[in-house]
């Protein structure tokens, strides 16, 4: 069968179970459920047991009997129980070979109730073999559950069990907004749970844990998501100076210091597409804002192909509302920036670091440096063209002057050079005999030349 993640707390799913596919990357919540099968293969000892009988028909003799085997023992000794409980065994399906694949095809097929087999599917490419096996889907022995996206009132629930866990206090009283605080302020990062909740749970056993209590654990801590960042980019107006104590940047360095730069804007890039897409129906008035209306009924409207139908009422309500924070025009700009030739590909931190910028000051910056950043123009090498073209006359000087005396040599006969292609009446006198200037002079008229440019 299949589970959503509320299935994390379904009783029936862990008492029927024999194969546990868990498709998540987090390992708070794959470790939850795999924990809770691995307790109940695992019994513990009770009474006096004859440690010689253990040792031969156990893995383990320590005070629980430990039936932990790998994926290939699994498979062999699937067909007997062990002397105590069940058989074992968690494995990562990316580690697996594809003969091993089709193995573990086959067992779902037909799976035993001598073991029970955790199986760990931390890509999502791999989600699509599972979801669309219709014997996972109809046996009532296997299952998948998807652990990728929490449901926020499971996930208060955890994090209260957590602490009570921790603190070896069942009892464990938690202030509800103290609760809703600690999930605001460490938002996706779900895998620092449980260390911060250890240290609480540590200070506070026997102690009511408040709204202040919980603050001063998290008060350093910056962690944010990419629908933090957005809402920031689009409400921040900022001045072309990178300040890293702004709230955009604030989210912008949490996330790249936990994820890099690269993927963060692939998943910038997938996110702006949604909301472009939200945007339209918004302008095409298929999508209400600022007033009480239905999702589901404004879903079922939507054309069959549109990636907006699969979202929940809740991601569906927070999509439009951040899509009406900013025109359509806004949203396009920034997905043109995001998917230029020049940064397309995604080569190093340093471009997708520049794009990023370029989105984030896209008020202050000039066309010329967005045109560039799009791939557009690329002011340099029209710079290096013109440059290239320079070519010596006997005219007279006009206008303002590079003075190149310091190359100048005593038989060597001074020429005035017209540069064609720059700024009007700009006049280089220059030293050299040849009918083309040399490279490094070309290389010192370049940076002078942008940086009037500049100024002007």
């Known amino acids: 069968m299949l589970y959503k993640f509320g299935g994390i707390y379904n009783n029936d799913m862990y008492n029927t179970c024999n194969v546990m596919i868990i498709g998540g990357e987090y390992h708070l919540f794959n470790n939850l459920v795999s924990d ?24 383990s003799t320590s005070d629980t009997v430990s039936n932990v085997v ?35 095809k086959e067992y779902i097929k037909q799976n035993t109730d001598t073991g029970i087999l955790v199986v760990y599917c931390d890509n999502y490419k791999f989600y699509r073999e599972f979801t669309k096996n219709r014997a996972l889907q109809a046996s009532k022995t296997a299952h998948f559950i998807q652990l990728s996206y929490p449901n926020r009132q499971v996930l208060k629930t955890i994090v209260v069990d957590l602490l009570a866990l921790y603190s070896g206090n069942k009892n464990i009283k938690v202030s509800d907004k103290a609760v809703e605080l600690f999930i605001m302020r460490l938002g996706s990062d779900y895998n620092s749970y449980s260390s911060i909740l250890q240290t609480i749970a540590v200070d506070y056993r026997d102690k009511y844990i408040g709204y202040d209590d919980i603050l001063q654990y998290i008060q350093n ?47 910038l890039e997938y996110k702006i ?25 404004v879903q079922d409207s939507l054309p069959d192909n549109s990636q907006l139908k699969k979202l929940s009422t809740f991601s569906f309500k927070r ?42 000051h896209r008020y202050t ?48 006969k001074k020429k005035t050079a017209v540069i064609s292609g720059l700024k009007n009446k700009t006049a280089v006198r220059c030293v050299k005999k040849k009918k083309y200037l040399s490279s490094d002079i070309k290389s010192s008229m370049l940076i002078s030349s942008l940086k009037r440019l500049q100024d002007e």
């Not at 307790?39 to 004859?50: H, L, M, R």
């Not at 920031?232 to 100076?241: F, S």
């Not at 912008?252 to 994820?259: G, L, Q, T």
Request: hydrophobic share 35%; with cysteine.
């Open 36 to 59: 809770k099968l691995k307790s109940i293969a695992t019994p513990k000892f009770e009474g006096s047991v004859d440690l010689d009988l253990v040792s031969e028909f156990t893995v």
């Open 70 to 104: 790998s994926f290939d023992e699994f498979m062999k000794v699937k067909s007997s129980y062990p002397m105590l409980g069940r058989w074992f065994c968690s494995i990562n399906y990316s580690f697996l070979t594809e003969k091993q694949r089709s193995v573990l």
């Open 221 to 267: 801590i910056d962690n944010y998501n990419i629908d933090e960042f957005i809402e920031r980019l689009v409400k921040t107006k900022i001045n072309d100076k990178f300040v890293k104590t702004r709230k955009v940047y604030r989210a912008y360095y949490s996330i790249v210091d936990d994820i890099g730069a690269e993927s963060f804007l692939r998943k």
């Open 273 to 297: 597409k949604a909301l472009v897409e939200m945007r339209v129906y918004i302008n095409n008035g298929k999508v209400p804002v600022l007033v009480k209306y239905g999702a589901k009924e």
């Open 319 to 360: 999509l439009a509302r951040l899509a009406s924070e900013t025109s359509l025009r806004d949203w396009s700009y920034i997905l043109m920036l995001i998917k230029s030739s020049k940064y397309g590909k995604f080569k190093t931190e340093e471009q997708c670091e520049n794009i990023i910028h370029s989105i984030i």
């Open 365 to 412: 910056f000039s066309s010329e440096r967005l045109n560039n950043d799009m791939d557009i123009t690329d002011t340099v090498s029209s710079s290096l063209y013109a440059l290239n073209r320079v070519q010596y006359t006997d005219s007279t000087r006009k206008g303002a002057e590079f003075d190149w005396d310091s190359y100048a040599r005593s038989w060597i």
